[in-house]
């Protein structure tokens, strides 16, 4: 008896030996359980494409494609052969959220799951202007990764709109004081004026094109000088309005639903809506606001804006009559956004002054929805996707630079930190 345990014994050490080595070969690189595959996910469109770092193992025969919709529960989606590293997949709607994971598949056995990837796939994308490489970079429909469209060698831009009807791109060119327009396919260098008599501006410091009318608006805030041009009739530039006698024109808003222009007025306190009317254009002045700096969130769907006065954290709703009412307090405000499905307001905010922003989303009556330490230290830019209800967020701290997502319900989506200095964005429908 004990002879045969002598014999059997170093086979079973063996063999143990040899089943812990191949689930180790089988796990991949290990973290607390995970195979870390390093897995990306980007849309273009309604498409999804995921990538991963390759699984060394002599044994591996290919990938398993885990997903989910919407909580659903994951079930396996697919698989690709061999040492592919990348998957595309072309069966997903518009703003539902995908979740994914993979493993890889070898002869007879399968690895642990990846780390989980979500995205929202959509028919949008966002430009993002980086004001110190003076570059304009498309990203995907979730605002974390290049399509790989983007323009360089551009001049000093101030502020960008686009055209989504047409794809045109305007840009203000602070050095020269003129409005500049990109045509896809041209080279950067053809940027030229729309207009051979247009006369230079003081000081051009936002633009707001209406792609519904092909209207185009642009505050000149030196002047106070207010500019609508039409492409339905070209080379027309009309100064809509001069508020250079108290007033500036700082930063504007167009509702694409009416074609209202809306106006923060620094010098003069005060909010200026521009009502389209069959007449042209009337001017209503809504002051009573302790300091110029004012932020102004548009919601489009219901006629009406949020107004924020910094000075006093005082927070308001008006529509387009002029008439204006008080619904809460927000200290240290710095950014707003509406959220087009709901009407609610989205607020950056250092309530407790930690140099750290909150995402703070209100209601339309000011009750607090949720309240989201973002650790976001210096936000420069905020919009909402008006397709997927996502919230985008541009950060210049050094060596934090970096756009961040959200979904409607606070909850981060990702990050995408390849800028320096990330100042103004557009999120726009795709072609």
Not at 8 to 16: A, D, E, G, H, N
Not at 191 to 199: E, G, R, V
Request: net charge negative.
């Amino acid at each position: 008896m004990n002879k045969f345990k002598s014999k059997l014994f170093p086979v079973i050490i063996l063999t143990m030996t040899v089943l812990s080595c191949g689930e180790r070969d089988i796990a991949g690189p290990n973290n607390d359980g995970l195979a870390i595959f390093d897995l990306k996910a980007t849309s273009i469109g309604l498409e999804v494409v995921l990538s991963w770092d390759a699984i060394d193992n002599s044994s591996l025969i290919g990938y398993n494609i885990y997903r989910q919709v919407d909580d659903s529960g994951f079930l396996k989606y697919d698989s690709v052969a061999g040492a592919e590293t990348s998957y595309s997949d072309n069966r997903v709607t518009a703003d539902i959220g995908y979740e994914y994971q993979i493993t890889a598949k070898l002869a007879e056995n399968e690895s642990e799951r990846s780390e989980i990837v979500r995205i929202i796939p959509g028919l949008t994308t966002t430009w993002v202007l980086d004001i110190s490489t003076i570059l304009l970079s498309e990203l995907t429909h979730d605002a974390a990764h290049r399509t790989g469209r983007f323009f360089d060698n551009l001049p000093s831009v101030t502020a960008f709109d686009v055209d989504e009807k047409n794809g045109y791109i305007y840009l203000l060119n602070g050095n020269d004081k003129t409005l500049m327009l990109y045509v896809e396919g041209q080279a950067p260098s053809s940027l030229t004026s729309p207009d051979s008599t247009f006369t230079k501006f003081d000081d051009p410091s936002d633009i707001d094109y209406d792609s519904v009318r092909d209207d185009m608006w642009i505050a000149d805030g030196s002047s106070g000088n207010v500019y609508h041009f039409s492409e339905t009739e070209p080379g027309n530039w009309i100064l809509a309005d001069s508020l250079n006698t108290g007033g500036s024109a700082d930063e504007g808003q167009i509702d694409s639903n009416n074609g209202d222009y809306w106006l923060i007025n620094s010098v003069g306190r005060s909010v200026e809506i521009y009502q389209n009317l069959s007449t042209g254009y009337n001017r209503k002045s809504i002051g009573g606001f302790t300091s110029g700096r004012i932020l102004l969130a548009l919601d489009e769907k219901r006629a009406r804006a949020y107004a924020v006065d910094i000075g006093t954290g005082a927070i308001s709703v008006i529509n387009a009559t002029g008439t204006e009412t008080e619904i809460t307090t927000v200290n240290q405000a710095i950014l707003a956004a509406v959220e087009p499905e709901s009407g609610d307001l989205w607020l950056l905010a250092d309530e407790d002054e930690d140099g750290s922003y909150d995402l703070i989303k209100l209601s339309v009556a000011g009750l607090r929805i949720f309240n989201i330490n973002t650790g976001i230290s210096a936000p420069t830019w905020m919009g909402v996707n008006q397709q997927n209800m996502s919230v985008v967020v541009l950060n210049v701290a050094p060596e934090e630079a970096r756009v961040l997502t959200y979904d409607k319900f606070g909850e981060s989506i990702n990050t995408f930190d390849a800028f320096t200095s990330p100042h103004r964005a557009r999120t726009v429908k795709i072609d």
